[in-house]
Structure formats: C-alpha cells, structure tokens
C-alpha cells in the first residue's frame, strides 16, 4: 500500500457518505452535522501516513543493516581466503626446508658410503611470518587445521631448544651412527614439522576451495 492510500481511501468513503446524505435530505442537509465525523476521517488518514513513514523507516533501516552484514561478510570472506593461501604458501615453504633437513639427517645404508654431514648453518627450518599470522587468527581455520598450527608451534620449539643444545655446530652421520639425545630431538622435529606442514597445506588447499570469493 502507498503512503497516501489509506488517507485518499478516508476521504472517499467520508464524500461517499456527504453525497449520500444529501442526495438523500438536501433541504435538512447541514455540514456542521458532519463535522466530528470528519474529524474522525481526518485523524484516520493521518494515523495511516504517520504508520506508513514509521513502517517506510523501520524497512530503510533494516535494508541499511542487511547491507552492512553483507558487506562485513564479504570482508571476511576475503580476509579469510588472504590467510589461507599465505599459510598455505607458507607451509609449502617450510615443508621444503624439513624435508632438506630430514635427507640430510639420515644414516647412510653402507658401511662404504662417505659420513652425511649436517651443517645447521647450511641446512635449517625458518617459521614463515605466515605461520605467526595463523597462530594469530585460529578462528579462521577449521579444528583440524587449528591443532595443526598447535603442534606445529610446539615443534618449532623443539627444534629451536634441539638447535641451542647443538650449539649450531654440525656434526658427521657415519654409518652405524648413534645420535646424542640433541641430534634425536632434532631429527624428531624437523620429521614433525615436515609431516604437519604438508598436511596443514594439503588441508587448506581443500579447504580453500570451499571458501566463497568474495
């Protein structure tokens, strides 16, 4: 219904009336009897314009809000895909250097092969800044994912407390080698930051593809 309809629809039923009633009695026909009644129509059609301007407001309103919610999901929407490829990147990134790390921490198979050597200078895992923006925003991930980045945060530790222990010295794997209690910490790590790596960046990749572009 319009703004004015109800008003225009008052006012025809209260002319409807007066020339009824004066088609009916026009000689005894007086416009002062007619007067509460048209006040009466009068406040009608004025209550119905003033709950048009309310209901017109009210829908302005909620449009505005809708608009609003849809504009901050978009935003979320898309900050939450920039997380996901740059932790994805990320974990690609580090997954490379533990599994370096890991090949050159193995014990040669033969008795003749030349001593692998490790050199924590030369071979190493960096935490990608990514990594620490993920830790900052675990909302934005699944549970599986979000455990993930935990365990991969306590490995990092591990690693870095392993590589203080060595001193950042390297060190010779013969065949036959026995690692010190720090090379086993190490190798345990760097495998665990290998593992979750690929599997937080296979995950998000997955996941990824489920998340609407904005």
Same mark, same amino acid.
């Given at each position: %219904? ?12 209260? @002319?409807?009336?007066?020339?009824? /009633? %004066? *088609? ?7 416009? !002062? ?15 119905? +314009? ?8 009210? !829908? ?27 932790? /994805?990147?990320? /974990?690609?990134? %580090? ?18 092969? /030349? ?6 200078? %030369?071979? *190493? ?16 991930? *699944? ?6 980045? *935990? ?11 392993? @590589? ?45 593809? +489920?998340?609407?572009?904005?």
């Amino acid at each position: %219904m319009r703004k004015y309809d109800l008003l225009a629809i008052s006012l025809l039923v209260f @002319s409807a009336i007066v020339v009824t /009633a %004066m *088609s009916v009695d026009p000689n005894h026909f007086s416009i !002062k009897d007619w007067q509460p009644l048209m006040a009466a129509f009068v406040a009608l059609g004025a209550a119905g +314009v003033a709950y048009q301007g309310v209901t017109l407001t009210y !829908k302005a309103a909620i449009r505005k809000v809708d608009l609003d919610r849809s504009i901050h999901e978009q935003e979320l929407r898309r900050r939450q895909r920039g997380i996901y490829l740059r932790t /994805a990147l990320a /974990a690609h990134i %580090m997954h490379h250097e533990a599994d370096h790390c890991c090949q050159s921490l193995l014990v040669p198979q033969k008795q003749e092969t /030349a001593p692998a050597v490790f050199d924590p200078k %030369m071979t *190493s895992v960096t935490t990608d800044p990514a990594i620490d923006e993920a830790w900052q925003n675990l909302d934005a991930f *699944s549970r599986l994912t979000a455990d993930d980045l *935990s365990r991969l945060k306590v490995q990092l530790y591990n690693y870095q407390i392993a @590589s203080k222990r060595l001193e950042g010295q390297k060190f010779e794997i013969p065949h036959g080698h026995k690692f010190t209690e720090a090379q086993q910490e190490l190798c345990n790590a760097v495998a665990e930051i290998r593992r979750l790596c690929l599997r937080i960046r296979d995950t998000l990749r997955k996941e990824e593809i +489920v998340v609407p572009h904005a």
